[in-house]
């Protein structure tokens, strides 16, 4: 059993609360690929891929390997994930967040303007969406948190 290999949150690899880390590690690819991976899936899909890495969290043991019953690893959750929010790390994460949205309210924009060159098109999304986008980035990203 001590050589089978088991899906944990990495502690090494680590952004939030490690599940892209240890689902990189799981699978031995780079986890910045998987990282941009769940980005691009995050863009289309906010609130399903949000839950989603949430649940994981929930569900993956960390890399200590101590099980712990389920209302523990909730509350190790709220702890980490204020504390990203709330420490040092908490302008690179804002910074990060602002480029994201500038990087999507310009696609948006491309995809309205230049709709030809575009395979994926989204229809919902109009020009004032991606201006809020692209302004709420860029405040953010001037404000550094």
């Known amino acids: ?73 909730f509350n190790d959750i709220i702890r980490e994930t204020e504390k990203v929010f709330s420490g040092e790390e908490k302008n690179d994460l804002v910074k990060a967040l602002a480029v994201i949205l500038i990087l999507v309210g310009v696609l948006y924009l491309l995809a309205f303007t230049f709709p030809i060159f575009f395979v994926l098109r989204v229809p919902s999304v109009n020009v004032l969406l991606a201006i809020l986008l692209l302004v709420l980035g860029i405040v953010l990203l001037l404000r550094g948190g």
């Open 1 to 73: 059993m001590e050589g089978q290999k088991r899906l944990v949150r990495s502690k090494k690899n680590r952004m939030l609360l490690g599940v892209l880390g240890g689902i990189a590690e799981y699978l031995d690819v780079d986890p910045t690929l998987v990282r941009l991976i769940f980005v691009v899936l995050l863009v289309f899909q906010p609130v399903a891929m949000t839950l989603l890495y949430f649940l994981a969290a929930l569900v993956i043991p960390e890399e200590s390997g101590e099980e712990k019953p389920v209302e523990e690893r």
